[in-house]
């Protein structure tokens, strides 16, 4: 089982930036892939990004390429995600998710992120314009 706890969600005017954190624990050794997902109030859930475990290789969704920044600290097990040039339209709850298997292999790994079989219960981003 793996624990995950986000923080870092905030309200900000457009062009601003925030810096998601999750706190990892339980057995954390097992997961092969995590990332972030994100869910607007009547829209489908959306993978933001993603990072391999293994590799440390990073995967966006092109919505936010370019402006967020997954990373990771591994000795704290704690999963980043740096929002810069932020617009009304990430608004949204933003959710930490893990998984033990290698869906984060190839390009477009990071829609599989909703699927992931661990995650948070979210960290609210409102961008206002």
């Known amino acids: 089982q793996v624990t995950l706890v986000e923080s870092g969600g905030a309200s900000v005017q457009a062009g601003g930036s925030l810096r998601l954190s999750c706190a990892a624990s339980g057995k954390t050794y097992s997961v092969y892939c995590m990332g972030w997902f994100r869910q607007a109030p009547g829209k489908e859930r959306e993978g933001v990004a993603a990072?391999?475990?293994?590799?440390?290789?990073?995967f966006y969704a092109d919505s936010v390429k370019g402006r967020f920044t997954i990373s990771q600290d591994v000795a704290k097990d704690t999963l980043f995600l740096l929002m810069n040039s932020l617009k009304p339209e990430d608004t949204a709850m933003y959710y930490c998710?893990?998984?033990?298997?290698?869906?984060?292999?190839?390009?477009?790994?990071?829609?599989?992120?909703?699927?992931?079989?661990?995650r948070g219960q979210g960290t609210q981003v409102s961008v206002s314009s």
């Open positions: 998710a893990a998984d033990k298997s290698p869906l984060c292999l190839t390009d477009g790994a990071s829609e599989h992120v909703p699927l992931y079989t661990f």
């Open positions: 990072i391999n475990n293994r590799n440390h290789k990073t």
